[in-house]
């Protein structure tokens, strides 16, 4: 197998029966609160409702998510947490675009994203600005994460043009992808986020450069 791949089994250690049980919880009340989310409205559903809904109590809730719209983002998290680690375990050699397709073709998965609720996710934040701009920020995190990562391979300062204009090249393939995902039923999300970084690699080559 390609040292570029990431298969979704070998990212994280098999969890054990405590580990188990306490995903198992964060998922409940992650959907129950997407499931009040979309039935009530968001300023309709409090925190008391998510927990009764889950059948934990609220200091239960406040074990996993500090906040109400955290509980929608319960996946999204996972993946940023993950994203950064694996940017910073790609070849130094490597060309930067191919990385990024490297580290977006394994955490944008049907083994590792549970795309249905994806899409639910994305279809709440189109009608609930507490949930989009939760989503923008998470986004925005990402950006700055790819800012760092180019920066450092290319000895570059975070402000230079070069590792901001392909941070920001990045995140626009990944909402265009996103957009054609939604489009088609029935396709993969990760598919079309590697196909669109393939495309941005085609006018990002040769980024070894250090000019900023």
């Known amino acids: 197998m390609p040292a570029t791949d990431y298969p979704p089994e070998t990212m994280v250690s098999p969890p054990g029966l405590r580990e188990r049980k306490k995903e198992r919880t964060r998922r409940a009340i992650a959907d129950a609160a997407l499931d009040l989310f979309e039935r009530r409205g968001y300023a309709a559903t409090t925190v008391e409702d998510i927990a009764a809904a889950a059948d934990v109590?609220?200091?239960?809730?406040?074990?996993?998510?500090?906040?109400?719209?955290?509980?929608?983002?319960?996946?999204?998290?996972?993946v940023q947490a993950a994203f950064g680690p694996m940017l910073?375990?790609?070849?130094?050699?490597?060309?930067?675009?191919?990385?990024?397709?490297?580290?977006?073709?394994?955490?944008?998965?049907p083994g590792v994203v549970d795309e249905e609720r994806f899409r639910r996710m994305l279809a709440l934040a189109a009608v609930e600005p507490a949930v989009r701009n939760r989503y923008h920020a998470l986004l925005g995190s990402i950006e700055q994460e790819i800012v760092r990562w180019a920066a450092e391979r290319l000895g570059l300062p975070e402000t230079a043009l070069r590792p901001?204009?392909?941070?920001?090249?990045?995140?626009?393939?990944?909402?265009?992808?996103?957009?054609?995902?939604?489009?088609?039923?029935g396709?993969?999300?990760?598919?079309h986020v590697t196909a669109a970084i393939d495309m941005l690699a085609e006018g990002l080559a040769g980024d070894g450069g250090r000019s900023g």
């Open 57 to 78: 109590s609220p200091r239960t809730f406040f074990r996993y998510f500090a906040t109400k719209d955290e509980a929608v983002f319960d996946e999204a998290d996972e």
């Open 88 to 109: 910073a375990e790609r070849p130094p050699d490597a060309p930067l675009p191919a990385s990024l397709r490297a580290v977006g073709s394994a955490l944008l998965t």
């Open 164 to 185: 901001r204009l392909l941070a920001a090249a990045a995140m626009a393939a990944l909402r265009v992808a996103t957009d054609a995902w939604l489009d088609a039923p």
């Open 187 to 191: 396709t993969e999300l990760g598919d």
